[in-house]
């Protein structure tokens, strides 16, 4: 399943299926992207990041994708699992701008 | 094992109170930030500190204040002069100051009854 993540809907998923996490970023100037994922009643984890001198990066079950042109990132979870339900949420930062800017984030609910 | 340390995990004022939050990392990380979090929104950044004894505002200072004496340690104050202090907040470090990744706390309930 897919879901766009500046507001926060629910994205719900079948355990086993992969799923697609949207954001849109607003800085053509930002050059690097995280994302985070945050369980409920706890601090956000990081997941991945990328520069924008990538386009994909893989990690463990998790790819992430940047679109430079349409300023899209997302982040894909491979063979979703019961504890991939949490929050993820998206960040870009600007090179001369040392604060990270956080979107909204979206929820992933993982039905087994 | 290192990491950051929130405490308490909730708590509870009166209005009229000021309240402080504790955070601790033992990652020995240069910035400290402070972040609040309510429900469908995304994070807020209140204080944020890339070195000792040296703090800057965030989007949204008004009614908090921190202190950086020691690299360890950023203790937030929510003043009564914050208007809704009901929230999470979430205490993060780096190894740089420039916002790469963050390592983040298990955050504090604030209720103000």
């Known amino acids: 399943g897919e879901s766009v993540g500046l507001h926060l809907p629910t994205l719900s998923v079948q355990e086993g299926d992969n799923s697609i996490i949207n954001c849109a970023y607003s800085?053509?100037?930002?050059?690097?992207f995280i994302w985070y994922k945050q369980e409920s009643g706890k601090g956000p984890q990081f997941i991945i990041d990328?520069?924008?001198n990538m386009d994909k990066r893989q990690g463990q079950r998790v790819t992430v994708l940047l679109n430079k042109t349409v300023k899209h990132l997302s982040l894909q979870i491979a063979a979703t699992q019961p504890g991939d339900s949490a929050v993820y949420f998206c960040?870009?930062?600007?090179?001369?701008?040392?604060?990270?800017?956080w979107g909204l984030g979206t929820s992933l609910a993982v039905n087994p | 094992d290192g990491g950051i340390t929130q405490s308490p995990k909730y708590l509870f004022r009166k209005e009229g109170q000021n309240v402080t939050l504790s955070c601790e990392q033992n990652?020995?990380?240069?910035?400290m930030y402070w972040y609040r979090q309510d429900p469908g929104q995304g994070l807020r950044l209140i204080y944020y500190?890339?070195?000792?004894?040296?703090?800057q505002k965030g989007d949204i200072a008004e009614g908090y204040s921190v202190s950086r004496e020691k690299k360890e340690s950023f203790p937030l104050t929510v003043t009564s002069a914050q208007k809704n202090p009901t929230a999470f907040y979430l205490c993060?470090?780096?190894?740089?100051?420039?916002?790469?990744?963050?390592?983040f706390g298990e955050g504090s309930r604030l209720t103000v009854l």
């Open positions: 800085n053509s100037a930002s050059d690097y």
């Open positions: 990328i520069r924008s």
């Open positions: 500190s890339q070195i000792v004894n040296d703090f």
């Open positions: 960040a870009e930062k600007a090179g001369n701008n040392r604060k990270l800017i």
């Open positions: 993060a470090s780096s190894i740089r100051g420039a916002g790469g990744e963050l390592f």
């Open positions: 990652l020995n990380h240069d910035a």
